[in-house]
C-alpha cells in the first residue's frame, strides 16, 4: 500500500471528544480517493493528519512505506513532501503567482526551476498571469494557482480540501472539468475532501463516507451513490 | 500529547529563556513576601491603607468611566459622520496621549493657579477676582480629569479602529429597521464595540494605577505613591512588597472583570470582503455643531496645554541654554529605539511559538509576557535592580577577576526594565497581526517544505510588517514617556527628556521644564503620526 | 539566522561595550545626588576644569539613591551621596553606607552643628523652614512660634503641604528632639485642625495660596521665596512681593549635605570635591544660585537673605531629624495629616 492510515486516534485536549476515533484507511499508488461528509465528520482532519499539520493522539500513519507518525517518531510537515490545495488556497498575498509557485522548490538551481514552472505554468493555464498578485485573479485561477504550487514540489500524494466551496456554482462545473484534466495528467496519489458529491463523481477512482470520524460506506463512487447503504448517506449523496 | 507540531524547535527554546529572564526580577520580589510582617505594616494598615484603596478606586473607576464615554463617543462621532475639519481630528484626537499626564497636571495647574494666565487675566484687565478654590484641580476630581483628558486616546485608537472594520450593511438595516442614529449608536454600535472599549479601559486604569508624577504632586496617596513611600521613605521593603502585592490583586481582579465583560463572544464578520462604514455627511448648521465637540476636547487635551507650554518655554529659554538639549534628545531617542526593537523581536518570538506550540505550557507564555504591564513601576525597577546585581556578582564569581558592578551600572540594566514593562503593548500588536494573518499560509508554506523558521522570514514577517511597526511605535511612545523606572535605573550622567523635564517640576521650576517637556510632545507626535498615517497606507 | 537579527544582536553589545566602558577609568569621582539645580552642573565643571578630575553624576530621589548604594554593596559605584536634607544622610551612616573623613580643610569651612558628630556626612548649604504671611492681612506682632501656629486664631488660616514630603517630615522631627513625642502629635493635632485646606501642591503653590486668599500663612522652605521672587513669571514676583518671611523663635534649618560612601573607589578625588564644595569661591555660587544660606561662615549670605533678617536656630544635632524621621512620618498618618 502507497498510504496507510492505521487505527489513529484525534481529540482536542479540552473536551476529550473524539473527532477521530481508531480510524484505519489505505491507499494504492495513483488512485484518487474522494471523501464526502457533512461538516464536523473528520474529513478535513484526516488531510491535515497525512500532511503533519496535526499530530494523532495514537496511530500510525505510513507514506511510501515510510512511517511519518507513531511512537516516537513526527515528521514534521515541511519534510513530507505532501502537496495540500487550502480550502481558500492560501495563495501568499505578497507574492506574484509566479513566485508563489517558486516558494516550494527555491533551493534549486534557477534553470531547473524556470524550467519547471513553466511547465507547470502551461499544464495550469496561467502563462499570461505570472506576474499577477493573487488578488488580481478570478476563483478559478486563483485556485489553479494553488494546485501549481502544491504540485511543483513533486509530493508523494496530493491532498485537495473542498477545492470548489469557494466558487459560484454556475462556474464550478467548467472548473471541475479543469481541474480533473490537469489531475489526471499528473497522476499522482490524490485524495480529495468535499460535501459534494459532484466532486466524487467527476475525479474519484474511489469513494469513502464519513461520518463523525468512521468509514460509513466505501466503494466505487456510482456503487455508492447508487446504492447508499443509510438515510445519512442518501442525504449527502443526492 | 504535549503540542502539535515539532516539539524539539528552536522558538520554544528561545521563548522559554525570554519567559525566565521576565519572570527572575519578579521572584526577587516575591521571596520577600514570606518574611515576617513588620510593624510598619501594622502601622499601614491601621492609618493608610483605606485611604490608598479609596483613592486608587475612585480615580481609576471614574477615569476608566469618563474615558469609555470620551473615546467611544469620538470615535463614533468621526467614523459615522462626515462633518467640518473631520478627517483631521480622526488623527488629532490621538495627539493627547503625547503629553505624560504628570506634565498636563503642571501644566493645568500653572494654566489655572493665581499667578496663571487665566486669574491673572481677569484680575488684571476685569478687576474680577475668582474664588481660587472654583479652579482648584489639585483634589480627587482634577486628578480624574487629568488622566482622563489624556488617557482616553487609549479607548478611542481601539474602538476606532473597530469602528472602521465593521461593515455599513449594519447600519443600513438599522435604519430600514427604523432606528435613528443616536439609537444605533447606543443600542448597536456600543454593544458590539465592548470588547474593544473595555480592553482600551484596561490599559487606561492600569495607567492610572501606575501612575505617580500626578498623584503625588496633588497630594493624593494611592498604591503607587504609598509603595515608593514605605519602601522608600520607611526603609521598609517587606511592607512595600505587600502593598504591591495588594495592588497585583486589585489588578487581577480588573483583569478578570475585563475577561468577562469583554465575553466570549467575537463579532467576526465571517466574509472578508465587507462594504466599511461610510460617513455620512454633514451640512452647514450641523455640521458646525458636530464640529463643537471634538474641537473641545482637542482644545483641552492638546491646544491649550502646548500652547501654555510654549509660553512658558519663551520665557525661560535663556536660563536652560547651558542644558546640554541635544544629547538629552539623543538619549531618549536612543533608549526608546533600542527598547521597543528588543521588544519587538520578544513580542514575534513569543507570540510565533505560542501559535505553533499550543500545549498548556506554552499557552501561559502570552499571560507572562503581558504580566510586566500590571506591576508597579517601582516594584519592576528593585527586581531588576536585584537581579541584575545577582547577574554581577556571578560574573565575577565566575570569571574569578573583580571586575565589579558591570551590567548594573549599564543602560542595559534600563532597557531590561523597559523591556518587561512594555512587553505587553509589543506583544499584544504583534499577536493581534498573527490572528488577522491566520494559520492558512504557515501551514501552506509547511507543506511546501519549509520549516518553521523559514516560513516565519518568508511568510509571516512581510504579512506581519504593519502590525510589527504599529507596535514598535507604540511602545517608543511609552518609553519615551516613562518616568519611574528611568529615574531609578539610568546609568551615571544619563538624562532623558521625561526625566529632566521631571527634575525641573520637582525642584517647581516649572517653566524650565517646558522647553523640555515640548520637546517630549514633538517627538511623540511625530511618532504618532507616522502610525496614524502608516496604517492608512497598509490598509491599501 | 537572519541578517537583520544578528545585526541587532551585534548593535545592542556594542551599546552595552560602549556605556560599559565609561566607568573604570582614572582621575574621576562617582556622585550619586539629589540636587538637581543647574548651578550645581556648573559648580562641577568648574571643578573638573581646575583638577582635571572627571565628575560622573547621577540624579535621582535620596531615598532611591540610597537604596540603590545599599544594593550594590561592597560594588558600589557611588563615591559620594549628596541629599538635600540631614535625616537621609544620618539614614546613610546608620545603615552603614558611609564612612568617616578626617580632613581639616572641611573642619575648618563647615561649623560643627552643621556636620555628623562622627563626620560621616557635611552640610553644604543651609534652608530654614518659616512661616510666610501676607503683608496686608497678617499683623507680625501675631506671629511668635512654631507653637504658636496651633493656636485657635489660626483657625482655617494656614497652608502647608502633605506629610510624605521629607521637609515636613524632618520640622516634625525636630520637634520631637526638642520637646518630645506628645508634645509633636499635639502639634501636628493642632495644624491639622488649622489647615486652610486639605494638603496639596508643593511650597511654591501654598505661598501663592497665601496671596490668592486661600489661607493667611504658609509653612515653607526660604529659597522658594527668593525663587519666586526671581520668576520669569512677572505674576509670581508679583505674588512674591506681597509675602514676607517670618523666622519663628528657634527656626527650624535644615542642610542638603555630603557624604563619602562606605565603599568609595576614588576616596582622594571624592574628598577634594568635598573640600572644593565648602571652599569660599563654591559656597559664594552654590548659596546663591539657589538662595540658600552658606555653610562656611566666611561667605555672606546674598543681600535678599539678609534683607529677610537675621534668625535664631533650633539648638540640636541635625543628625536627630534621621533618627526621628520614622516616628514623625508616624505621627503624621495617625493624626490625619494627608
Redesign the interface.
Known sequence: MFLELKNLDFYYNKKKKYILNNFTLSMKNRKTLSILGESGSGKSTILRLIAGLEKPSSGKIFIDQQIMNGGNTFIPPENRKVGMVFQDYALFPHMTVYENINFGINDLSKDIRKNKITKILKLVELQEFKDKYPHQLSGGQQQRTALARAIVIEPKILLLDEPFSNLDTNLKHNIRKKLNNIISKINITTIIVSHDKHDALTLADELIILKDGEIVQKGKPQNVISIPKTKYIKGIVN | MLNKIGFNNKWSVISLIIIIFIILPSVFIFLGLFEQASDNWVHIKTYLLKDYVFNSFILTFFTGLFSIIIGVSLAWIVNAYDFKFSNFFKWALILPMAIPPYIGSYTYVGLLNYTGVIQTFFRNNLSIIIDPSLLNIMNLPGAIFIYTIFLYPYVYLITNAFFKKQSASIIEVSKTLGKGSFEIFLKVMLPLSRGAYVGGATLVVLEVLNDYGVVKYFGISTFSTSIFQTWFALGDTNSAIKLSASLMILVFIILVIERISRGDKKYNHSSRSVKPLKPYKLKGKKSWAMFFFPAAIFLIGFLVPVAQLIHWSIISYGNITKLNIISILFNSIGVSFIGSILVIIAAVIIANTVRVNKDILTKNYARIAIMGYSIPGAVIAIGVMMFFLKLDSSINMVTNYDIGLILSTSIFMLIFAYFIRFLAIGFNSVESGFQKVGSNYFEASRTLGKSITETFFKVDLPMLKPSLISGFLLVSIEILKELPLTLILRPFNFNTLATRAFEYANDEMIHESAVLSLILIIVSVILIYTLTSYKKKGKR | M?KL?KA?LI??FL??II??T???AEGEV?LYTNR???TD??LLQEFEEDTGIMV??????S??L???IA???K???ADLLITADAGRLH?AKT?GLLQPVKSKVLFNNIPKNLRDEENYWFGLTIRGRVVVYAKNRVNEADLSSYEDLIDEKWNGKILV??S?N?YN?SLLASFIELYGRDWAVNWAEGIVKNMA?????????QA??V????GDIAIMNTY?LG?MLN???Q??V??AKQLEIFFPKKTHINVSGIGLTRHAKNKENAVRLIEYLTSKKAQEMFAKANFEYPVNNEVKPSELLKSWGEFKTQDINLSSLGEN??EA??IF??VGW?
Open positions: 537572519n537579527y541587532n548593535f545592542i551599546l552595552i556605556f560599559t565609561v566607568a573604570g562617582n538637581h539645580y543647574d552642573e556648573l560622573n553624576v547621577l540624579k535621582g530621589g531615598d532611591e540610597i537604596e540603590k544594593r550594590e554593596g560594588d558600589t559605584s539614614r545603615m503641604r502633605s510624605s521629607i517630615q485646606r486639605k494638603p496639596q501642591g508643593n511650597d511654591r503653590d501663592t495660596a496671596v490668592a486668599g486661600q522658594y525663587k520668576s520669569t513669571n505674576e509670581e508679583k505674588v524621621n520614622k512620618y508616624m498618618n495617625q494627608k
